[in-house]
T-cell receptor, first 111, second 113 residues
Framework: RKEVEQDPGPFNVPEGATVAFNCTYS??????FFWYRQDCRKEPKLLMS???SGNEDGRFTAQLNRASQYISLLIRDSKLSDSATYLC????????????FGAGTRLFVKA | DTAVSQTPKYLVTQMGNDKSIKCEQN?????MYWYKQDSKKFLKIMFS???????INETVPNRFSPKSPDKAHLNLHINSLELGDSAVYFC????????????FGQGTRLTVV
């Protein structure tokens, strides 16, 4: 089982739709969690950190479920500019520090 | 004003050559990384340095040698380049090890022919 798993997609949604991505992680020692966004042929950029109590940033909501070991990202009112790959990132300390990136979920928002 | 800058942006070279990629960050961060993103877009950490000391060395061929002359720089030297080394290499930095989010450079697209 991979340490961090995401549905690769692609998710094809119309503008204005609500879309949700999940990411599961295997190591319960995982400490911090992030969602990154990567546009085609660009570097990954932090979208938002994921806090235990859940957090929202405009149209984006992130949730963490430690019991089930998954994090989620909800995008409301999708825009064309949301089209990108969304990477789930997990930091863990298990005899040493590790940062694991998920393989990413591709989102296409269409007019 | 670029926070993490790496050069060159593109690198095309022949098999067997030796090449270097440079990275600098002006964020005052303690930790720097090298990542490799292959053709399947999977991003994997190669090395991590904290305060100029090597912290993580994932299973990377010893043809790859990072060098950190100071906290703001982490260069990557690659000897005897192979076709399979073709990928995008990203440098990144974070405030500290383990918790903080990482800031990435624009990437170096390496093509070995």
């Amino acid at each position: 089982r991979k340490e961090v798993e995401q549905d690769p997609g692609p998710f094809n949604v119309p503008e204005g739709a609500t879309v949700a991505f999940n990411c599961t992680y295997s190591n319960s020692a995982s400490q911090s969690f992030f969602w990154y966004r990567q546009d085609c042929r660009k570097e990954p950029k932090l979208l938002m950190s994921v806090y235990s109590s859940g957090n929202e940033d405009g149209r984006f909501t992130a949730q963490l479920n430690r019991a089930s070991q998954y994090i989620s990202l909800l995008i409301r009112d999708s825009k064309l500019s949301d089209s990108a790959t969304y990477l789930c990132v997990v930091n863990m300390v298990t005899g040493g520090f590790k940062t694991i990136f998920g393989a990413g979920t591709r989102l296409f928002v269409k007019a | 004003d670029t926070a993490v800058s790496q050069t060159p942006k593109y690198l095309v070279t022949q098999m067997g050559n030796d090449k270097s990629i440079k990275c600098e960050q002006n964020l005052g961060h303690d930790t720097m990384y090298w990542y490799k993103q292959d053709s399947k877009k999977f991003l994997k950490i190669m090395f991590s340095y904290n305060n100029k000391e090597l912290i993580i060395n994932e299973t990377v061929p010893n043809r790859f040698s990072p060098k950190s002359p100071d906290k703001a720089h982490l260069n990557l030297h690659i000897n005897s380049l192979e076709l399979g080394d073709s990928a995008v290499y990203f440098c990144a930095s974070s405030q500290d090890l383990g918790r903080a989010e990482a800031f990435f450079g624009q990437g170096t697209r390496l093509t070995v022919v």
